[in-house]
């Protein structure tokens, strides 16, 4: 995989895992002074870009402290036993929820493949690598690390996942949000800025959780936000604001489905849902570009609120 990153500035560099396509997916490298730490780690096929961009930057394997993966789904978190097995001094640092999955990923690895088969497994993913337990560190919430003198906070955020966490950077007053922030492709961008897109995939949408994740992270004032889908955007308390409308609007969505072919239809709600969203955002992008862009999460998004729908149904 060839190499395409983006120096953000204050150390931060966005690095481009080209899964799916260009622009969908990023990793973090954060450098201060001699020390570096990885946030979120793609899938296995970005480690070549990652260790070029280490030497670029001046930087040996064994100067990279951790490797941060928000959560354990595989676009964030694929490429983190590969990535661990080519920087000896490196420590994983986890949602306790997810260590084990990252320890012994062979539950992962078979879900995945029951899904895609297995060659478009590999083709995707590649080789998912266990992390030595020993080499693990089960972050709780408000675990707080060293980089280089640069301190950084772990975060628990549920309402995308149960196992995922955010990375509080005081220095660039920054949050590294994973999936908690939405996703922002810059296909979608307009004058009106950046278009906010929420990721309900499967399993755990909880949207009091999410919203409550979304307060918590905006009282630390941050004046950015690093997504993994895709790079930094500003204006996070606006930001904010519009993901907690999209929670309402998808519980709404689902609510109001039913019968037989209850996803299909909240799946077509979502499409109408976006497309007039980004009509009322001056996306330049006819229906058809549209659904090349978003039409994999919007599938997704469904099949997430069908299980949150089911799960709803059977706590009754």
Known sequence: ??????????GIFCIDTFYYRPNLDGCYLIQQGDQAALIDAGTSHVAPAVMELL??????PEQVKYVIPTHVHLDHAGGTGQLMAMLPEAEMIIHPRGARHMNHPEKIIAGTIAVYGEEIFKERYGAILPVPEARTIAAEDG???SLGGRTLRCIHTEGHARHHLCIWDQQSRGLFTGDTFGISYRELDSDQGPFMFLPSTPIDFDPEAWHDSLERLCRLDPTQLYLTHFC????????????HKEIDDYVAIALNAGGEQREQQIHQELTHYYQEQLRQHGSPLSSAEIDQVLGMDIALCAQGLEVWLKRREKQK
């Open 232 to 243: 930094r955007i500003d204006q996070p308390a606006l930001r904010a604001k519009v993901l």
């Open 1 to 10: 995989m060839k190499l395409s990153y983006q120096d953000l500035g204050q």
């Open 55 to 60: 030497k670029l930057r001046g930087l040996t």
């Open 143 to 145: 675990f707080e690390f």
